[in-house]
């Protein structure tokens, strides 16, 4: 799958991304399979938003994407690579992939404007000068640049999670992949992470996103797709996976998503 030029409908920018072709993906730890053949394309320039119930698959399946697991069978392209021939490159290919995880997974000693100079320089091997200006860049871009000298535990949560979006990003991606990167945080800033996103998607981003938050799914992706039990229960357009739904097993999981009155109740 090649990089093509890509334009978000509004968006200001042209970007080069790169697409997934994920086909028949099977991964088991022991006697449980967690992902039950999955088939999945990401056109360049999409944004794919993965929603379903805790142990589903979906974490797993992106984890997969950046071979932070192996399949145990199946096919995934990244961009121009076959992330599951035994002899891909793997260190090269996930220089195309940025992945921002639930923990922020900063380096406390280090300030903001460190952290997201640390692996340019020793991967990309850029210089410190070059590193620092595409930091500030982005840390500017995330809307933090204003806090490059500060350290981890002087910022908020959602700071944090926006520093590693920031970090991500001066690594020069063509896909970035969310792993629920609003759960950890407070309600209130929560919003300004999602902000983030937003923008990035507008700028015509690739980006699979793992994600329990369906007003930003259902504004944002291109696609949603519910998992359930190792498969993909229901794909398509937000507004119909979200707001119309075919199958019953989609419909049950936003009633309870959506329906602020329905509360389950533990028997002891």
Do not use: W
Not at 21 to 38: A, F, M, P, W
């Amino acid at each position: 799958m090649n990089d093509v030029e890509t334009t978000k409908p509004g968006g200001a920018q042209t970007v080069h991304a790169a697409g997934v072709s994920i086909k028949d993906l099977r991964k088991s730890y022991g006697s449980n399979e967690v992902l039950k053949g999955i088939s999945l394309e990401v056109k360049p320039g999409e944004v794919v938003c993965l929603i379903g119930p805790s142990g589903s698959g979906k974490s797993t399946l992106l984890r997969c994407v950046n071979l932070l697991e192996q399949p145990n069978q199946g096919a995934i392209h990244v961009g121009g690579f076959e992330a599951t021939d035994p002899d891909v490159d793997i260190d090269k290919m996930r220089r195309k992939v940025g992945m921002v995880f639930q923990q922020f997974n900063l380096f406390p000693h280090l300030d903001v404007l460190r952290n997201c100079t640390v692996a340019q320089t020793k991967v990309l091997k850029r210089s410190q000068a070059e590193a620092d200006k595409i930091a500030q860049a982005n840390l500017d871009r995330v809307g933090l640049g204003h806090l490059a000298k500060r350290f981890p535990d002087q910022l908020s949560g959602g700071q944090q999670q926006r520093v590693a979006i920031a970090r991500a990003l001066s690594m020069n991606p063509e896909l970035m992949l969310f792993d629920e990167p609003t759960s950890a945080l407070d309600p209130e800033t929560v919003g300004d992470v999602l902000a983030v996103m937003r923008k990035l998607a507008r700028e015509g981003m690739t980006m699979l996103v793992v994600t329990h938050e369906m007003a930003f799914a259902r504004e944002v992706a291109d696609r949603v797709v519910f998992m359930d039990g190792g498969v993909v229960v229901e794909e398509g357009v937000a507004e119909r996976v979200i707001g119309a739904p075919q199958q019953p097993r989609t419909q049950e999981f936003l009633r309870r998503v959506l329906d602020p009155t329905h509360i389950e109740v533990a028997e002891d």
